[in-house]
Each structure stands twice: as C-alpha cells, then as structure tokens.
C-alpha cells in the first residue's frame, strides 16, 4: 500500500457518512420499505466505516511525510465520522421512540370523539359529515383519521 | 416521515376509495400552511387545520413542546372510524419513522364487516 499518496479511503469515508445521514431524509424516507427501517442506511453507514477504519491505518503508518500532523487529522476525521453515524442511529432509533404514550386516546370499540376543523379552505367540516358525505359516489364505510406531525 | 406517509395515501387513493375509505389528515398546521402543503404535494383528499391542538388534546395525541418553538404538536396516529362514529382500527406507532401504510390500512378495513 502506497501510504504516502493522499488518504482517499478516509475523506470518502468521511464524506460517505454525511451524504448517508442526508439520504435518508432526502430520499429514503419517501419509500415505506427503508423509511421504516433504514437498513439502506445502515449498510451505506458500513461501507462508510470500512473506508474510515482503512483510513485510520494509512494515516497512522509510520512511512507517512508527516506523521504526526496525519494522526491528528486522522483522528479528528473519524471521531466526526463516527459522530454522524452514532447520530443518525441514536436520532432513528432513540429519540424517534420519544412519543407520549396516548394512554387516553379513544380505543377500538369506543366513539371517536366528534369534532369540527377548518380544512384547506377554510370551511368547517366535522366528523359527522365525513361519516356522511359520499365518497365515489356512495355513502363511506369509515373514515380514516391520520394524525401527523405538521409544520411544514 | 409525515410527508412521506401522506404521499402514500394520495398514491393510494384510488384502491382507499374504491374500499370506501375516506382518508382525513389533521395537524396543526394553519389552512393557508396545508394548501401551500397540498399544492406542492398534489394532494387531493381532506386535511384539516387544528391550529390550536384542541382536537389532538381530545384525542390524547399531543407531543408536548415537540414542534417548532416548543409548539404542543400531535404525536403520529391513525384511526378507521365507522359511520356509527365508533372507532374500529387503531395504529399508535412507537417510533416516528414508522408508519401505517395503505396496505395495512386496506387490509384492516378489509377484515371489518
């Protein structure tokens, strides 16, 4: 292995890790089968941390021209590549799971409770008239409630 | 995430409606903010404006100071409702990545009588 050359495998470790962190936000979240688990990530996030690691042993090697500022760098850009990837984990499967427990929403069998919003015109609609008003044509069967985060 | 799981009920309206499913999105986001949302989406079913969460709080979906500037916003939730008002499907996901999809959501209104 020619250590002398410029360290490709930890900057496009490095780079990896971030274009990964934003892939998913940008563009796997769109597809149900990695927006719920984002195994897609997780093995970008691998190939990621096997250049990083080759990169740390090429900028340790001792025939480097300067060895001792290629350690610090070296070190300062895995930490921060192994940062991403310990953020994007802990965000996805830590603190996604941070939600109120809804102990008191309204369960199967019991009545949803009625209520009456204003859609995107600006009309009040109410429960009872979504139960009511005819979908293609004929009458509902049920009406499906998506509650979702917003502020867009 | 939220996005993304609307964007799946517009792809899949057709086969909700054809299964007599109305699909109802509510948030707290302001009429004129869900418009600019639809327009941009191409979304074409019902989503409602609870600016103030009070329809969330009746539903005990509220995430606390999770939204922008510590806005009380609502934790993600489904429901299938009947038309005699009573609920007959439930989803309360435990992780925000993951949601209902429509095919989940046909199959549960599928198996009601």
Partial sequence: MNVRRFNWPLWVGFLLTFATSLSYFFVFVWFPVTRDFPWANLLLFLVAAVLVVAGIRRGFASERPHPARSKIVTSIVAALSFGVIALFIFSIFIAARWLPASKGAPQVGQKAPEFSLQDTSGKQVSLTELLSAPVNGSAPKTVLLVFYRGYW | ?113
């Fill in chain 2, 1 to 113: 995430m939220c996005n993304s799981e609307l964007r799946s009920i517009e792809k899949n309206l057709d086969k909700l409606r054809a299964a007599g499913i109305r699909p109802v999105a509510i948030s707290i986001d302001t009429p004129e903010e869900s418009r600019k949302l639809s327009q941009q989406m191409g979304y074409t079913f019902t989503i409602l404006s609870d600016s103030n969460a009070e329809v969330i709080k009746r539903y005990d979906l509220v995430h606390a100071g999770a939204g922008e500037n510590g806005r009380d916003i609502a934790r993600p939730a489904e429901f299938l409702v009947d038309t005699s008002g009573t609920v007959r499907w439930v989803n309360l996901t435990e992780n925000y990545t993951v949601r209902a999809r429509p095919e989940q959501i046909l199959n549960a209104a599928n198996s009601l009588k």
